[in-house]
């Protein structure tokens, strides 16, 4: 099984041509794979069930969001495309939770989810390294060395390859359920991957399976939006994109809106009664679902005391009139669906122009996988996205690109490129998936990044755009005005530490104005932004000396100098952090000889092969006193080495 | 860049010379801040200049008010030719607890920090400063017993401040889940009030709970630093020999002058290895004289804060003034011990002080105390008759309170107390965040950075520290 072998005991398969890498699936992670593999110069063939869904937002009309929008801007960073192409699409901007402060801000746009879809297939298309073909992958070839060598599609067309990378979203061995009516079936009614996952398993990879799931669209003309509450969009916010901030490209000033309602008493009643009917507590649902993203009856069943729950009514574009129910996902049959909207306010009369739906799907098992999310059963394959258990297009796209960059190494025999947990999002999202593993599907949270007043949505070009530039995704010409951006960004916290106020009339009558203390001697401008209330905006009158400069600076200096006591202790943690992440351990420790270990950490080290004592210290199962034996293991075997190494040059 | 680190090297307990050891790059430039050379090796200046495993003899200061805390010798080593292969210096000082502990103090002070349990060890094998066989003989101890491994840092700790420490830990993890719910929770808004309460909450039950485990230090500290013995009476009881007695050396001057001593007076010295600070007192009386009423109001101060309070009758006090300092004396906090001492002139008999302790306790009993002080007999300053017997009740006292794990004694250890005191530093700016209205995220980051200082104390969290433990098996400074 899953060799090239076979190409001569089946005549209708034939050799279809020679890639450096396959992508497997064209969606979020799919595309990022793609464009990270062609753009470092490798002859890329990127396989899609359906030409006209590439890049498909079958779920939220939206990109970006609390942690997400952090991931997007990560992204864009180190040189993915999915901030850039949002940027191009976006009908509606905000910027969330701008009351929490600075490190919680998470861009969010609503996208117009067929251009979205269309403008990437364009971009894609005229990429010179990618090969675009619809076709479905059914079997992996590999050598006897567990070295992935080639990638079969159903109709026989066989593929040489040295690196594969699978991005398979919720198609895999796919069905859909809605109450009692379960159908084999992807997404949005479009084919399902059959074989594929077999093939996985046939290779060692361990499979597990999940479950997601969406709400209604329904058709504006026939809702009522006067009676709900208007969230207008924010035209003034910057683009995802770092390079569509410097050449101009801003969100659209016309904005389409988004609405709310609350369910009613009536929504709960049909819930309530229609339970019985719920594939979820019937037992038809096999797969585990998102603790964060529940449907609507998984909310009403949970949180019994909350009589009530918010809907956002969202466009699906400007050329349609459909419209999204976020938070209204259910897998209940479709006439209970119907009841359930029709209890909504404004939504008597709402027409369903597809009804919600619970899908279930195969994906591995992320812990088979190592952090540069290459397999550990199969050399040579990555997986990125929903595949490895996370969920959310943001969440796939990352590590798409991360995938995509990693096979592109592998191949030009490079180390991998891997992101720590103090570094980005990405590097949390990663570590988290493969070193604790997830048994529902993951989303990202701000919560989840430790160092989350470091890891901010503004300065993500600040952490990452160089590591992107060494890689080879970030051209010259952006990587100088970001250092040009750096550059300001230093120049004037400086400035405004070294510029020094008297006590004047004028500041005095600022410093009241923004209810602020009055000062009786000089003080630096530093300091005063340092004041909670005051604002770098706020001086600009007395400030004589001010450069003009692009918001996103003023921003990045106005939140460091505000945040300098937090960024000192987040820096301190962080040191502490880099100690144990910073030594390293080999694949080919004899975990299983370690007579210090416990019999657990023996078995869990052995199969996961951590790559450093850091990432050691995260899988359950390993002890602080496990890790405290491979210490002085690792001491101890160095030492041998420098013996032997002694012996050798002395004999 | 890591601070450098320190510990006593020689075991606790009185003893002739002691040795502090520091390591770690920056040693010399900490020891330079805190001692002056009077001749070295080689004619250093500073420490930085002196040579490896050189000496310099010199005074080991106070910089902040250039105190003179003990002449020591300093030897210093460069890396890489030292225990733990970095750089150190090793202060030998005179061996007692107080000047120790004053050194110690100073360093801290100063730039260096408390070693860990068993850091010299871990870093001089690191360092590979033990050999091979040296190593494997670590990892047989952590084989032999994993499980006792896995909880070698809660071995540390006295059942009760486990409990609490997890309690504390218990109740900052529901807080900050609170705050990260609430900061992932995309359509709620930060609002004031809702600021307010996480601040009374986290007051309530971490903060003061925080804060009594740091204020137990403050007596636990009394085991391994030093008892307040205060002396009082009325004036002109022989307060002033009784300290020159204690003492050793005529520090306060003695008359036959009633109020001679008008301000409390401070002397720092060891009784039978104990260390102590003996403060005597004006004599405490109704005075016009407003200098003499500050001293009086001092010695009563002084008393307050007291661990041991020698109160002085002379045979001849009368009944009036005896009633006068019942009140303030027995109204001290129950652990506070009292001896009652009979000053005799050398004339008066056994009787009369017998007499004299009938006569102090039938008032005591009268006021309606059911509280006794301890007696200690007669006294005379003049011969010394009685001083052993002084000494022995101080001696017993000091044992006594040794013994006692009161919840007032949880933490006794100071790498504890440093750790509480950090996470208690934090709980308190996340709350004034929080009262000041700043959103959110400042005050979370501050609750879960305490929570990994708690977390050191209980061994939970999985950080570079917790390999620490193991090698707390190993001596301090060792």
């Given at each position: 099984?899953?060799?090239?072998?076979?190409?001569?005991?089946?005549?209708?398969?034939?050799?279809?041509?020679?890639?450096?890498?396959?992508?497997?699936?064209?969606?979020?992670?799919?595309?990022?794979?793609?464009?990270?593999?062609?753009?470092?110069?490798?002859?890329?063939?990127?396989?899609?069930?359906?030409?006209?869904?590439?890049?498909?937002?079958?779920?939220?009309?939206s990109i970006g969001g609390t942690a997400k929008g952090q991931l997007v801007r990560?992204?864009?960073?180190?040189?993915?495309?999915?901030?850039?192409?949002?940027?191009?699409?976006?009908?509606?901007t905000r910027m969330l939770n701008r009351?929490k402060g600075p490190a919680v801000f998470s861009p969010r746009a609503?996208?117009?989810?067929?251009?979205?879809?269309?403008?990437?297939?364009?971009?894609?298309?005229?990429?010179?390294?990618?090969?675009?073909?619809?076709?479905?992958?059914?079997?992996?070839?590999?050598?006897?060395?567990?070295?992935?060598?080639?990638?079969?599609?159903?109709?026989?067309?066989?593929?040489?390859?040295?690196?594969?990378?699978?991005?398979?979203?919720?198609?895999?061995?796919?069905?859909?359920?809605?109450?009692?009516?379960?159908?084999?079936?992807?997404?949005?009614?479009?084919?399902?991957?059959?074989?594929?996952?077999?093939?996985?398993?046939?290779?060692?990879?361990?499979?597990?399976?999940?479950?997601?799931?969406?709400?209604?669209?329904?058709?504006?003309?026939?809702?009522?939006?006067?009676?709900?509450?208007?969230?207008?969009?924010?035209?003034?916010m910057?683009?995802f994109?770092?390079?569509?901030?410097?050449?101009?490209?801003?969100?659209?000033?016309?904005?389409?809106?988004?609405?709310?309602?609350?369910?009613?008493?009536?929504?709960?009643?049909?819930?309530?009664?229609?339970?019985?009917?719920?594939?979820?507590?019937?037992?038809?649902?096999?797969?585990?679902?998102?603790?964060?993203?529940?449907?609507?009856?998984?909310?009403?069943?949970?949180?019994?005391?909350?009589?009530?729950?918010?809907?956002?009514?969202?466009?699906?574009?400007?050329?349609?009139?459909?419209?999204?129910?976020?938070?209204?996902?259910?897998?209940?049959?479709?006439?209970?669906?119907?009841?359930?909207?029709?209890?909504?306010?404004?939504?008597?009369?709402?027409?369903?122009?597809?009804?919600?739906?619970?899908?279930?799907?195969?994906?591995?098992?992320?812990?088979?996988?190592?952090?540069?999310?290459?397999?550990?059963?199969?050399?040579?394959?990555?997986?990125?996205?929903?595949?490895?258990?996370?969920?959310?297009?943001e969440?796939?796209?990352?590590?798409?690109?991360?995938?995509?960059?990693?096979?592109?190494?592998?191949?030009?025999?490079?180390?991998?490129?891997?992101?720590?947990?103090?570094?980005?999002y990405?590097?949390?999202?990663?570590?988290?998936?493969?070193?604790?593993?997830?048994?529902?599907?993951?989303?990202m949270m701000t919560?989840?990044?430790?160092?989350r007043?470091?890891?901010r949505q503004d300065?993500?070009?600040?952490?990452?755009?160089?590591?992107?530039?060494?890689?080879?995704?970030?051209?010259?010409?952006?990587?100088?005005?970001?250092?040009?951006?750096?550059?300001?960004?230093?120049?004037?916290?400086?400035?405004?530490?070294?510029?020094?106020?008297?006590?004047?009339?004028?500041?005095?009558?600022?410093?009241?104005?923004?209810?602020?203390?009055?000062?009786?001697?000089?003080?630096?401008?530093?300091?005063?932004?340092?004041?909670?209330?005051?604002?770098?905006?706020?001086?600009?009158?007395?400030?004589?000396?001010?450069?003009?400069?692009?918001?996103?600076?003023?921003?990045?200096?106005?939140?460091?100098?505000?945040?300098?006591?937090?960024?000192?202790?987040?820096?301190?943690?962080?040191?502490?952090?880099?100690?144990?992440?910073?030594?390293?351990?080999?694949?080919?420790?004899?975990?299983?000889?370690?007579?210090?270990?416990?019999?657990?950490?023996?078995?869990?080290?052995?199969?996961?092969?951590?790559?450093?004592?850091?990432?050691?210290?995260?899988?359950?199962?390993?002890?602080?006193?496990?890790?405290?034996?491979?210490?002085?293991?690792?001491?101890?075997?160095?030492?041998?080495?420098?013996?032997?190494?002694?012996?050798?040059?002395?004999? | 860049?890591?601070?450098?680190?320190?510990?006593?090297?020689?075991?606790?307990?009185?003893?002739?010379?002691?040795?502090?050891?520091?390591?770690?790059?920056?040693?010399?430039?900490?020891?330079?801040?805190?001692?002056?050379?009077?001749?070295?090796?080689?004619?250093?200046?500073?420490?930085?200049?002196?040579?490896?495993?050189?000496?310099?003899?010199?005074?080991?200061?106070?910089?902040?008010?250039?105190?003179?805390?003990?002449?020591?010798?300093?030897?210093?080593?460069?890396?890489?030719?030292?225990?733990?292969?970095?750089?150190?210096?090793?202060?030998?000082?005179?061996?007692?607890?107080?000047?120790?502990?004053?050194?110690?103090?100073?360093?801290?002070?100063?730039?260096?920090?408390?070693?860990?349990?068993?850091?010299?060890?871990?870093?001089?094998?690191?360092?590979?400063?033990?050999?091979?066989?040296?190593?494997?003989?670590?990892?047989?101890?952590?084989?032999?017993?994993?499980?006792?491994?896995?909880?070698?840092?809660?071995?540390?700790?006295?059942?009760?401040?486990?409990?609490?420490?997890?309690?504390?830990?218990?109740?900052?993890?529901?807080?900050?889940?609170?705050?990260?719910?609430?900061l992932d929770?995309i359509?709620?808004?930060?609002?004031?009030?809702?600021?307010?309460?996480?601040?009374?909450?986290?007051?309530?039950?971490?903060?003061?709970?925080?804060?009594?485990?740091?204020?137990?230090?403050?007596?636990?500290?009394?085991?391994?630093?030093?008892?307040?013995?205060?002396?009082?009476?009325?004036?002109?009881?022989?307060?002033?020999?009784?300290?020159?007695?204690?003492?050793?050396?005529?520090?306060?001057?003695?008359?036959?002058?009633?109020?001679?001593?008008?301000?409390?007076?401070?002397?720092?010295?060891?009784?039978?290895?104990?260390?102590?600070?003996?403060?005597?007192?004006?004599?405490?009386?109704?005075?016009?004289?407003?200098?003499?009423?500050?001293?009086?109001?001092?010695?009563?101060?002084?008393?307050?804060?007291?661990?041991?309070?020698?109160?002085?009758?002379?045979?001849?006090?009368?009944?009036?003034?005896?009633?006068?300092?019942?009140?303030?004396?027995?109204?001290?906090?129950?652990?506070?011990?009292?001896?009652?001492?009979?000053?005799?002139?050398?004339?008066?008999?056994?009787?009369?002080?017998?007499?004299?302790?009938?006569?102090?306790?039938?008032?005591?009993?009268?006021?309606?105390?059911?509280?006794?002080?301890?007696?200690?007999?007669?006294?005379?300053?003049?011969?010394?008759?009685?001083?052993?017997?002084?000494?022995?009740?101080?001696?017993?006292?000091?044992?006594?309170?040794?013994?006692?794990?009161?919840?007032?004694?949880?933490?006794?250890?100071?790498?504890?107390?440093?750790?509480?005191?950090?996470?208690?530093?934090?709980?308190?700016?996340?709350?004034?965040?929080?009262?000041?209205?700043?959103?959110?995220?400042?005050?979370?980051?501050?609750?879960?950075?305490?929570?990994?200082?708690?977390?050191?104390?209980?061994?939970?969290?999985?950080?570079?520290?917790?390999?620490?433990?193991?090698?707390?098996?190993?001596?301090?400074?060792?």
């Amino acid at each position: 099984m899953g060799s090239w072998e076979q190409l001569k005991e089946n005549p209708s398969w034939y050799e279809a041509g020679t890639f450096d890498v396959a992508v497997i699936g064209a969606g979020h992670a799919g595309c990022e794979a793609a464009f990270a593999c062609a753009h470092l110069g490798l002859s890329t063939v990127l396989f899609t069930l359906h030409l006209d869904q590439l890049a498909n937002l079958p779920c939220n009309p939206s990109i970006g969001g609390t942690a997400k929008g952090q991931l997007v801007r990560e992204i864009d960073a180190l040189g993915g495309v999915m901030g850039e192409m949002a940027d191009l699409s976006a009908i509606q901007t905000r910027m969330l939770n701008r009351s929490k402060g600075p490190a919680v801000f998470s861009p969010r746009a609503q996208m117009d989810r067929a251009s979205y879809s269309r403008k990437m297939k364009a971009r894609i298309e005229k990429e010179e390294n990618i090969s675009l073909v619809q076709a479905e992958i059914v079997e992996l070839f590999w050598d006897e060395d567990k070295n992935i060598n080639g990638v079969r599609t159903r109709s026989g067309a066989c593929y040489h390859v040295k690196a594969a990378v699978i991005c398979s979203g919720t198609y895999m061995e796919a069905r859909t359920i809605r109450g009692e009516v379960i159908l084999e079936s992807g997404p949005d009614g479009l084919s399902r991957s059959v074989g594929l996952s077999k093939s996985m398993a046939d290779a060692g990879i361990r499979m597990q399976r999940f479950k997601t799931g969406t709400p209604v669209r329904v058709n504006r003309r026939t809702v009522d939006l006067s009676v709900m509450e208007v969230q207008p969009g924010e035209p003034d916010m910057p683009p995802f994109s770092y390079s569509n901030e410097m050449k101009g490209i801003t969100p659209p000033k016309e904005q389409i809106p988004c609405y709310s309602v609350w369910t009613t008493p009536e929504t709960r009643q049909v819930i309530t009664e229609n339970m019985d009917r719920s594939p979820l507590y019937s037992g038809v649902i096999e797969g585990t679902g998102p603790r964060y993203c529940p449907s609507i009856e998984d909310k009403f069943m949970r949180f019994p005391d909350k009589s009530r729950h918010q809907i956002f009514v969202e466009p699906m574009g400007e050329e349609t009139e459909e419209l999204y129910l976020q938070g209204f996902s259910t897998s209940l049959p479709e006439d209970v669906q119907v009841q359930m909207v029709h209890s909504l306010p404004g939504l008597s009369n709402a027409h369903i122009q597809r009804a919600a739906y619970a899908i279930e799907y195969d994906c591995i098992d992320p812990t088979t996988a190592d952090l540069s999310l290459e397999s550990t059963c199969l050399k040579g394959l990555f997986t990125a996205g929903q595949i490895n258990g996370s969920s959310g297009y943001e969440e796939a796209a990352a590590q798409g690109l991360m995938a995509g960059i990693n096979a592109a190494m592998k191949v030009l025999g490079k180390e991998p490129v891997i992101l720590d947990r103090s570094q980005a999002y990405i590097g949390v999202l990663i570590d988290d998936l493969v070193t604790k593993g997830t048994k529902e599907p993951y989303r990202m949270m701000t919560s989840r990044a430790e160092y989350r007043i470091f890891l901010r949505q503004d300065n993500a070009d600040m952490r990452l755009t160089e590591i992107g530039h060494t890689i080879g995704l970030i051209s010259d010409e952006r990587y100088s005005a970001f250092e040009e951006k750096r550059k300001a960004i230093e120049d004037e916290k400086q400035r405004l530490r070294s510029t020094f106020l008297p006590p004047s009339e004028k500041l005095h009558e600022i410093l009241k104005r923004c209810g602020s203390t009055p000062t009786q001697s000089g003080i630096s401008l530093a300091d005063l932004i340092k004041r909670p209330e005051l604002h770098y905006a706020d001086l600009s009158e007395i400030d004589e000396g001010r450069p003009e400069l692009m918001p996103s600076v003023i921003f990045a200096v106005e939140v460091d100098i505000k945040y300098e006591g937090y960024l000192a202790l987040e820096e301190d943690r962080i040191r502490k952090f880099a100690a144990l992440e910073t030594k390293k351990l080999s694949p080919d420790i004899p975990y299983e000889k370690i007579e210090g270990l416990r019999l657990e950490a023996r078995s869990k080290l052995a199969e996961r092969k951590p790559m450093s004592l850091g990432q050691a210290s995260r899988i359950s199962g390993v002890s602080p006193a496990d890790i405290a034996v491979l210490l002085v293991y690792l001491e101890a075997r160095k030492r041998e080495e420098r013996e032997e190494r002694k012996e050798k040059n002395d004999g | 860049m890591d601070k450098p680190y320190c510990a006593c090297a020689t075991p606790p307990g009185v003893s002739g010379i002691a040795v502090i050891r520091m390591a770690g790059d920056g040693s010399a430039a900490v020891a330079d801040k805190v001692f002056r050379i009077v001749r070295a090796a080689g004619d250093a200046k500073t420490v930085a200049e002196m040579a490896g495993y050189t000496l310099a003899y010199g005074t080991f200061i106070d910089p902040s008010d250039e105190t003179v805390i003990d002449e020591v010798m300093l030897t210093r080593f460069c890396a890489p030719h030292s225990y733990t292969g970095e750089e150190s210096v090793e202060i030998s000082c005179h061996g007692g607890l107080t000047v120790r502990q004053e050194i110690l103090r100073v360093l801290l002070e100063n730039g260096a920090r408390m070693a860990g349990p068993g850091e010299f060890t871990k870093r001089a094998f690191m360092a590979g400063k033990l050999d091979l066989s040296q190593a494997e003989a670590v990892m047989d101890v952590i084989a032999a017993d994993s499980e006792l491994a896995l909880r070698a840092a809660e071995s540390q700790l006295s059942g009760s401040l486990k409990e609490q420490v997890e309690n504390i830990s218990a109740v900052l993890y529901l807080q900050l889940s609170l705050f990260e719910m609430f900061l992932d929770e995309i359509e709620e808004e930060d609002d004031n009030e809702t600021k307010i309460h996480y601040a009374e909450e986290l007051e309530n039950s971490v903060y003061k709970r925080l804060s009594e485990l740091t204020d137990s230090y403050k007596q636990g500290r009394i085991l391994s630093e030093r008892m307040k013995i205060v002396i009082c009476g009325i004036p002109n009881s022989g307060k002033s020999s009784l300290l020159n007695c204690l003492s050793g050396y005529d520090r306060a001057i003695v008359t036959d002058v009633p109020g001679t001593t008008r301000d409390t007076l401070e002397v720092i010295t060891s009784i039978r290895g104990i260390p102590v600070k003996l403060i005597d007192t004006a004599g405490i009386r109704k005075t016009d004289d407003v200098v003499e009423a500050i001293g009086v109001d001092r010695a009563n101060a002084a008393i307050g804060e007291a661990d041991i309070v020698l109160w002085l009758v002379s045979t001849d006090e009368e009944e009036k003034t005896i009633t006068d300092l019942i009140d303030p004396i027995m109204t001290l906090p129950k652990e506070t011990k009292i001896a009652l001492l009979i000053s005799k002139s050398d004339t008066s008999d056994e009787e009369t002080v017998k007499k004299q302790e009938e006569k102090v306790m039938a008032l005591i009993c009268q006021k309606g105390y059911s509280r006794v002080p301890d007696l200690c007999g007669s006294l005379s300053s003049a011969t010394g008759e009685g001083l052993s017997k002084i000494e022995e009740f101080i001696r017993n006292a000091y044992d006594e309170m040794g013994a006692t794990s009161s919840v007032g004694l949880l933490v006794t250890n100071r790498r504890h107390f440093e750790v509480l005191s950090s996470a208690l530093e934090k709980v308190g700016k996340s709350i004034a965040a929080l009262r000041r209205g700043d959103p959110l995220e400042g005050p979370a980051l501050l609750i879960r950075a305490a929570l990994e200082d708690v977390g050191e104390i209980t061994g939970k969290s999985v950080s570079d520290t917790l390999v620490d433990t193991i090698f707390s098996r190993f001596c301090v400074g060792k």
